[in-house]
T-cell receptor, first 108, second 114 residues
Framework: TQLLEQSPQFLSIQEGENLTVYCNSS?????LQWYRQEPGEGPVLLVT?????EVKKLKRLTFQFGDARKDSSLHITAAQTGDTGLYLC????????FGTGTRLKVLA | EAQVTQNPRYLITVTGKKLTVTCSQN?????MSWYRQDPGLGLRQIYY???????DKGDVPEGYKVSRKEKRNFPLILESPSPNQTSLYFC?????????????FGPGTRLTVL
């Protein structure tokens, strides 16, 4: 069974700092999705990466898919308080598995 | 407004009392899915449905039932709830459930089984 491990589990940083969170798999991903979940709400899809080595940017967020498709990272530049939330990676088609998440808190 | 709705949002019940959590989507999506979210365990898929009358097990289907009689509705049934089913439940839908489709999540149902 494929497992998705996310690190770090918790991250607390000051506004304006940069950060990177990671998602690693025990086997090759077919594809990978990144979600953000805010308290009291369901997860919201940020991006899907499909090709090994792929890099996608969403404003201050940069998503990278490892060449071997066994790892992915999310880098946030100049974090803002609005970036606070739980970041989840997920993989699958029809049947999905999710990582346990990185809980990010950005302090003003 | 395009959305996934779940009812109820909060539910406290007792062991063994059958309950149903409803899920409805207004986006004409073929694919729907149920997840549970627990601290330290993340989101785990319970059941999914690729289209009407087609359902399949996710990673944690024990103790749950689903049905998909209409495209828009995908209720989650707990026939005999137990305390270990206390959790936060999410319903989700997407066009076909494939990697290029966006999965939209409902607001969640917080269930407590005493």
């Amino acid at each position: 069974t494929q497992l998705l491990e996310q690190s770090p589990q918790f991250l607390s940083i000051q506004e304006g700092e940069n950060l990177t969170v990671y998602c690693n798999s025990s086997s090759v991903f077919s594809s990978l999705q990144w979600y953000r979940q805010e308290p009291g709400e369901g997860p919201v899809l940020l991006v899907t990466v499909v090709t090994g080595g792929e890099v996608k940017k969403l404003k201050r967020l940069t998503f990278q898919f490892g060449d071997a498709r066994k790892d992915s990272s999310l880098h946030i530049t100049a974090a803002q308080t609005g970036d606070t939330g739980l970041y989840l990676c997920a993989s699958g088609t029809y049947k999905y598995i999710f990582g346990t998440g990185t809980r990010l808190k950005v302090l003003a | 407004e395009a959305q996934v709705t779940q009812n109820p949002r909060y539910l406290i019940t007792v062991t063994g009392k059958k309950l149903t959590v409803t899920c409805s989507q207004n986006m004409n999506h073929e694919y729907m899915s149920w997840y549970r979210q627990d601290p330290g365990l993340g989101l785990r898929q319970i059941y999914y449905s690729m289209n009407v009358e087609a359902t399949d097990k996710g990673d944690v289907p024990e103790g749950y039932k689903v049905s998909r009689k209409e495209k828009r509705n995908f209720p989650l049934i707990l026939e005999s709830p137990s305390p270990n089913q206390t959790s936060l439940y999410f319903c989700a839908s997407s066009l076909f459930g494939t990697v290029t489709d966006t999965q939209y999540f409902g607001p969640g149902t917080r269930l407590t089984v005493l």
